[in-house]
C-alpha cells in the first residue's frame, strides 16, 4: 500500500501480489511512503484524525501499527476495527484533492 501525506492524507493505493497496484484515491501530492504486510501479518483496524480531511491515518495490524500524515493533528479522532477473530479485507471513502473520509471492510480471519 502506498500512503501519500503532507498536512492532509493526499492519496492511498493498494496493491496486492496477483494485479499490481490499483487505483490511486486522492491527488498526487504529498510524500508517500509504503506498507508492507510481512507473511502472516494482517490489518485489524485504522485510527487516526480527521476534519474536512484525514490528517492522520494509523493502521493497525496484529504486529504493529504504522502512522502516516500529520502527527500534531488537533482534529477530531476515529477508530474503526474488526470484530474480534476477522481481519480488514478492503476500505471505502471518498476522496477529491485529498482524502476526505475512509471506512473499513472485514471479514472473518482465515
Known amino acids: 500500500m502506498h500512503v501519500a501525506s503532507g498536512e ?16 490511486r484515491h486522492g491527488g498526487t501530492n504529498g510524500a508517500t511512503l509504503d506498507l508492507n504486510l510481512q507473511t502472516g501479518e494482517y490489518i485489524t483496524g485504522i485510527s487516526g484524525r480527521a476534519g474536512e480531511f484525514v490528517d492522520l491515518l494509523t493502521f493497525h495490524t496484529n504486529t504493529r501499527r504504522v502512522d502516516f500524515g500529520n ?3 488537533t482534529a477530531d479522532t476515529f477508530n474503526l476495527f474488526a470484530s474480534s477473530g476477522s481481519e480488514v479485507c478492503g476500505f471505502f471513502g471518498r476522496s477529491s484533492k485529498y482524502l476526505d473520509k475512509i471506512g473499513i471492510i472485514h471479514r472473518p480471519r482465515i
Open 8 to 23: 492532509f492524507i493526499d492519496s492511498i493505493t493498494m496493491n496486492n501480489d496477483l494485479t499490481g497496484f490499483g487505483v
Open 71 to 73: 502527527k500534531n493533528s
